[in-house]
Nanobody, 119 residues
């Protein structure tokens, strides 16, 4: 079993930065990739970024490309999301998720952390 805990959310002004962290524990050897998703009020949850656990291949959603950077520290079993040039439309609850090896969908989710960007 894998457990994920996010941290680092908060309230910032437009144009500022935040870094989110997601610490994984338990059967971390079963993780194939980690992702960040977000859900804004009255909107569906959407993909933000992902990174493969072994080779650190990354992928980004269009609206965050060039502003957000996902990275991981395997020694600490932690994934980060560096968010720069934040915009009010980035306001959402951000969730970390794990994609287990051999699985097609993210099956383990963190509790979420609120990010609010004021204009």
């Amino acid at each position: 079993q894998v457990l994920l805990v996010e941290s680092g959310g908060g309230l910032v002004q437009t144009g500022r930065s935040l870094r989110l962290s997601c610490s994984a524990s338990g059967r971390t050897d079963s993780i194939g990739a980690m992702g960040w998703f977000r859900q804004a009020p009255v909107k569906e949850r959407e993909f933000v970024a992902s990174i493969t656990w072994s080779r650190a291949y990354t992928a980004y959603a269009g609206p965050v490309k060039g502003r957000f950077t996902i990275s991981r520290d395997n020694a600490k079993n932690t994934v980060y999301l560096q968010m720069n040039s934040l915009k009010p439309e980035d306001t959402a609850v951000y969730y970390c998720a794990a994609l287990k090896r051999g699985y097609a969908e993210y099956s383990v989710w963190g509790q979420g952390t609120q990010v609010t960007v004021s204009s």
